[in-house]
C-alpha cells in the first residue's frame, strides 16, 4: 500500500510538472495602443485648476441652494474620461487655506447639510442641499463661498493610487503649482 502512495504521489507530481510547461497556441493580437506620450494620440497632458467664489441661489422647489451649469473657463475643455474633483475652502489658519474635498456633509444648529456637485464635459453645477427647511440655512453658508475645482485628465495614470483627499497631494502630482489657479469671481 505504501508503495501505490508513493506511485500516485510521483504520478502526480510528473502530471503537475508536464502540464505546467505545455502551452497552448498563440492568441489573437490584441487591440493597438494609443500613440503619443505623454498624452492622448500625442495631445500634451493637461490638468488645470481654478477656483471661484460665488453666492448660492435659493430654489425653493428643489429645498437646496444652486450654481447651475456654469461653463468651464475658456481654456478649459474636458475630454471624454476626464474627470474633476472640487475642493471647498473650509477656513484660513495662519495664512494657510484648509480645503475639504465635495462632496462634504456640514452639521449646523439646523442639522445636518451637503455641499455637493455634478459635472459634464461642458459644465459643472454646486449645491448646498439641507435636510431641513432650506430657507434655514445661515447665509454664511451659501454666500461668499470659495471652491477650487481641478480638472483630472482621463489619461493620468496615477489617478487610482492619488490621495484626493489632500488638494496639496493633488495639485502637486499633477505639476499644478498656486501660479497654475485661475481665480474668478461669480455673485
Known amino acids: 500500500m505504501n508503495i501505490m ?35 492622448l494620440d500625442g495631445a500634451a497632458f493637461e490638468a488645470a485648476a481654478f477656483e471661484i467664489d460665488i453666492d448660492f441661489a435659493l430654489n425653493t422647489d428643489l429645498n437646496r441652494y444652486e450654481f447651475l451649469f456654469e461653463p468651464y473657463p475658456s481654456d478649459i475643455s474636458l475630454r471624454s474620461g476626464d474627470a474633476i474633483l472640487i475642493y471647498r475652502l473650509e477656513e484660513i489658519v495662519d495664512g494657510t487655506d484648509v480645503w475639504r474635498q465635495l462632496p462634504q456633509p ?61 488638494i496639496a497631494n493633488v495639485m502637486s502630482t499633477l505639476g499644478l503649482t498656486e501660479k497654475d489657479v485661475t481665480k474668478t469671481l461669480h455673485k
Open 5 to 39: 502512495k508513493r506511485s500516485l504521489l510521483l504520478l502526480g507530481t510528473f502530471l503537475t510538472l508536464f502540464f505546467t510547461a505545455c502551452e497552448g497556441p498563440t492568441g489573437p493580437p490584441g487591440f493597438d495602443g494609443r500613440d503619443g506620450e505623454p498624452g
Open 106 to 166: 456640514f452639521f449646523n444648529d439646523e442639522g445636518l447639510l451637503y455641499y455637493n456637485f455634478d459635472f459634464t464635459q461642458g459644465d459643472y453645477s454646486l449645491f448646498v442641499e439641507p435636510e431641513f427647511d432650506a430657507v434655514r440655512v445661515q447665509s454664511d453658508f451659501v454666500n461668499n463661498q470659495i471652491f477650487r475645482i481641478v480638472i483630472v485628465p482621463t489619461d493620468f495614470r496615477a489617478s487610482a493610487k492619488l490621495d484626493k483627499s489632500n
